[in-house]
């Protein structure tokens, strides 16, 4: 035996077979389930998004290790993960770059860029996720399969409508690639049982979630609608495979119930409060950032150090951070009912203002019983599919000092707008002409859809008489009822006109 | 080359503000969402700095050193205030875009920085061309830099659509993240081909930590001219 | 019935049917026998003798030097070969007592005499133990008749016989409870007469039945010793854990068992005191396992202490035909030493040689990526230590943080968390070199 061959190093000798690879393959297997029903039921393209994703991680991760000149890591398998992570949160009717940008800003910037494997600060797949909310808002949000379009039962919930939880759960109904809650709990338990995930996290994350919803929420406890909760909307997903990856929670058992917790309640605050789609993506990687500081009051006593009874001393640390998590959780809906009412008041005084300038020879604004009525009748519907998302709010009527009525003022809402809801107010006199436009509501972009605002776009409405008014996006208007688009705000601008030409609609058959 | 060329390069290239020396973030990042706004800036910042920079020098000798940041921030903010008036007046679509931030040049940071570290110790001519240079480079600085975020996040250039319809811009671009995201790759690209600054090498104790003006308006000990 | 057990551990796949099931075999050398003086913790033994001495089996050859040392005992006759520094077994090099080997074996006067030991007083049976040059046995080699002595023996009210031997490939104490069960409580008797207000507890893992029955029938009739069984698992024999599963109490760095109220004896150093004791036989010869894949015969031998190991490799069949030894370590494959010769002497704590085929930690190398932070070493730490942060901090150099947040002293070197590590990280040479410099730091 030659001895100069003896091979040297540091104990132990010997080690368990599970590597870094063998644990991402494990939780690719986990996602198996989800991805293949996407498939099944979405067909081709579902089946392009994901690959597509995966592929363009992979790609991406490999040219920025050779640009960078690092050792190459595809091998390990993080990359194909949050690939196939990112392409089944997103809708099955996305274009196909929409995974591609998505996948390559996630590994990118989130992960190479801040050092690679074990380095990223925030969940990868989330944040492409989150990129691609805020870069392509409405083809993330739309969910029409075969040209259908449906509300996802989320959506449906919030207005009020009926659910089938059963086909929820399966994963029949509208919503992303991978939203079938029972593939994602059977990929879930399967990571359980092999210990690729541990308990912790799914179920402080599940467990607040539904206490949150349950205290906060419009149904409340009501066993369906919770369940319902739970299943929609990426939180099981979330639970399971988002929140539970080990680079960006907690590292010691006490730590991660503690961001499960707070992850379920941020996720609950961010369902029943905001007004974006997505409420698990943004709660998940707020939550990462809390992660170091959760580490670091988190640090269990070792064997010497505990109390005697053997069990570790309560986590007094954590529970103060849970505490006050849902104390400004509180706080903050308790600060929103105070100050809805007032809020709405400002509006009506703004109105109030907006009204004058368009109507300017009144003396007062009185409403009137029987355009009420016809307003109520309306609901809460749109006025008409052809003019786009527009509702009317509110008419009041104009009356001088001797009590006639000089002009009508309709208050408008359209939710074409670029960056949100526009609200307008048209001032018409008795004949119908406008006397003029003014916003209450214009959000848009600066130097672009705010230019709507300004009088040069607002004057070629003034002392116009017609039934509808027409957009030019060219420019060069010669009729009356032309409108000049803003240049470069054809969105804005179109809702505008639209909008305006709701009002007209209803004067004319409702007021006139 | 001479003093005065020297003078330019040194404020677009060596010590840019906005990629090199960081100064001026908060308008940099809030009013580039298309290039027009950009060179608006640019320029307006430009006129106040050419003209602070050369009052200033004009009246180093005057201005009593305990008084120095009041004496400073009352000249800037009459030169902004000008400025403002003039673009109320002649610029009113330019004036509506860049909003709150014009009042705000009288707090950015190039201007007292330049003020505090340059104009105060030198000639009017020299401060004159430091002025220049350095509001030519925020200006360079800020039309690239909404020229990205403009075509990439709505799809014109100078107003102009250059992508066709059929693809849809990346929104976050046009938005606070993508203004975060944008500055960091082109100060990354800056990075890898060796254009940064130097003089972060020599200085020894100062980390650039504090807030204001990372070096050129340092007040306490660790310039690189003084070792430490 | 589950069995008492600790929180954390790992399960490395045990590897003892190489050997449990061969008879053990006296085994005499035929090379010459090397000593170093400081095979045990402490100050190292002072030589007696001096090049060209005669010397006969049990004589003393080197003394204790200090309040904590052990004496050394030549374990065969023949001559002072000379007094140098020669390579030891975990690599370095210390003075040896290199004595020339006759075959002969004649033992030195007074070896072997019965002694009655219910006449000896507490005092006498310290001392037979401190003339027996007996160290801790299990691996530690502390002077045993300094741990027997504490301060106040009567606060002692446990006497753990380690029995536990739970790291792969070694049946040494597994084969002694079986052939030696009456030896091993007698010694635990003789303990137990320097602590009188202590029982004595056995504790052996679950997976050595046949040790077991054997000990449990061989202290059936004294009341005051019970055996324990406990749950197989690494470190189950580590002196903490044992503690904690015996007795409820959780020691700390820094504490000894003592303070706690506990004595912990390995099972061999139990067997060696009843030998000394009663039959007057310093500690010349112990059990030990050649094992591994690599081996043509693994089993177990008696062996004499300063045998060098090529003739134990020798006796065990050498290596196997067509196969090549990557590895060579002297103790178990968890905490074992990798040993670059084998022209290199037991002392008396090596308890094992374990020859290995295959080299995990070379593929480990290969397998290596940056720490994924999954918790894995974390939860299978006997201690509760959580090696992710401590290893964070070390390789930043925070050695405040180490200690004082993390309690970095603590660890006691298992390497369950290096082994269990998906991302294969070195975390157990990084804990060892950081716990060096700190204490270095400490001492100075």
Sequence with gaps: ?512 | MNKYAERIYNGVVKENPSLILMLGMCPTLAVTTSAVNGIGMGLSTLAVLIFSNLIISFMRKIIPDQVRLPAYIVIVASLVTVVDLLLQAYAPDLYAALGIYIPLIVVNCIILGRAEAYANKVEPGLALFDGLGMGLGFTIALTLIGMIRELLGSGKLFGFSILPDSVSPIAIFVKAPGAFLVIALIIAVMNALHIKNNSADLVKGCDGCCNHCSKSGCQNEYKEDKPV | MSHKTFRGGVHPAGHKDLSKNCPVEEFLPKGELVFPINQHIGKPAKPIVKKGDPILAGQLIAEADGFVSANIVCSCSGKVKAIEERHTVNGGRAMCIVIENDGLFTPALGIGIERDDTSMTGPQILDAIKKAGIVGLGGAGFPTHVKLAPRNPEQIDFVIANGSECEPYITCDDQLMRTQSSGIVEGMRLVLRLFPNARGVIAIEDNKPEAIAAMTSACASDSNISVLEVKAKYPEGGERNLIGVVTGRQLRFGQLPADLGCVVCNVSSLNAIYRAVCKSEPLMSRLFTVSGDAVAHPHTMEVRIGTSCRELLEAAGGIKPDCTAKKILCGGPMMGIAMSTLDVPIAKNNNALTVLAEDEVELAEEQMTACLRCGRCGHVCPIGLVPQMMAEAAERKDYERYEKKLYGLDCIACGSCTYICPAKRPLMQLFKQTKAVIMAAKRK
Aim: glycine share 10%.
């Design chain 1, 1 to 512: 035996m030659n001895e100069k061959l003896l091979n040297m190093s540091s104990s132990p000798h010997v080690r368990h077979r599970l590597t870094t690879g063998a644990v991402m393959t494990d939780v690719t297997l986990a996602l198996l389930p989800a991805a293949v029903f996407g498939i099944y039921r979405y067909g081709i393209h579902a089946f392009l998004i994901l690959l597509i994703s995966v592929a363009s991680a992979v790609v991406t991760e490999f040219l920025y290790d050779m640009a960078a000149k690092k050792p190459l890591t595809i091998k390990d398998g993080s990359a194909v993960v949050t690939g196939l992570l990112l392409g089944l949160s997103l809708s099955p009717a996305v274009p196909l770059y929409l995974p591609c940008l998505g996948s390559v800003f996630a590994i990118l910037f989130v992960k190479c860029f801040f050092g690679g494997l074990g380095k990223n600060f925030m969940n990868p797949a989330l944040t492409g996720r989150c990129f691609l909310l805020i870069s392509f808002g409405s083809a993330m949000t739309n969910f029409s399969v075969d040209g259908v379009s449906s509300a996802t039962p989320l959506a449906a919930l919030r207005a009020g409508e009926a659910v089938n939880l059963s086909q929820t759960v399966l994963g029949y109904t509208t919503g992303v690639i991978g939203g079938s809650a029972i593939a994602l709990l059977i990929g879930g338990i399967f990571l359980l049982i092999t210990g690729g995930i541990t308990f912790e996290i799914p179920a402080a994350f599940i467990a607040s979630f539904a206490v949150f919803m349950g205290l906060f929420g419009d149904q409340g406890f009501d066993p369906s609608s919770l369940l319902l909760h739970i299943c929609g909307g990426g939180v099981l997903m979330g639970a399971f495979f988002m929140a539970t990856d080990p680079v960006t929670s907690p590292v010691t058992s006490r730590g991660q119930l503690l961001y499960g917790a707070v992850t379920g309640i941020l996720s609950g605050l961010f369902r029943v409060y905001g007004s974006s789609a997505d409420s698990v993506s943004y709660a998940i990687i707020i939550a990462n950032m809390t992660v170091p500081f959760i580490d670091k009051i988190s640090v269990p006593k070792p064997l010497g150090y505990r109390s005697i009874s053997g069990k570790p001393q309560f986590p007094k640390a954590a529970v103060n951070l849970t505490i006050i998590t849902l104390c400004a959780g509180l706080a903050l809906s308790s600060v929103y009912l105070l100050t809805k009412d007032k809020i709405e008041e400002q509006k009506l005084a703004a109105n109030a203002a907006s009204y004058k300038e368009v109507c300017p020879d009144v003396e007062s604004f009185v409403s009137d019983d029987a355009i009420n009525t016809k307003i109520e009748a309306l609901g809460d519907g749109i006025y008409d599919e052809k003019f786009g998302k527009t509702f009317i709010n509110n008419v009041v009527v104009g009356k001088d000092a001797a009590d006639t009525t000089v002009g009508y003022v309709i208050s408008v809402s359209s939710g074409d707008g670029y960056d949100g809801t526009i609200t307008l107010s048209v001032g018409l006199d008795t004949e119908g002409t406008v006397l003029g436009i003014s916003f209450t509501e214009l959000h848009e972009t600066a130097g672009m859809g705010m230019l709507c605002g300004e009088d040069a776009f607002r004057s070629q409405f003034t002392g116009v008489n017609t039934d509808a008014f027409i957009l030019n996006k060219a420019g060069g208007s010669t009729a009356d009822n032309e409108i000049d688009s803003v240049s470069g705000a054809s969105t804005s601008s179109g809702a505008v006109v639209n909008a305006v030409n709701t009002a007209l609609a209803f004067y004319a058959s409702s007021i006139r």
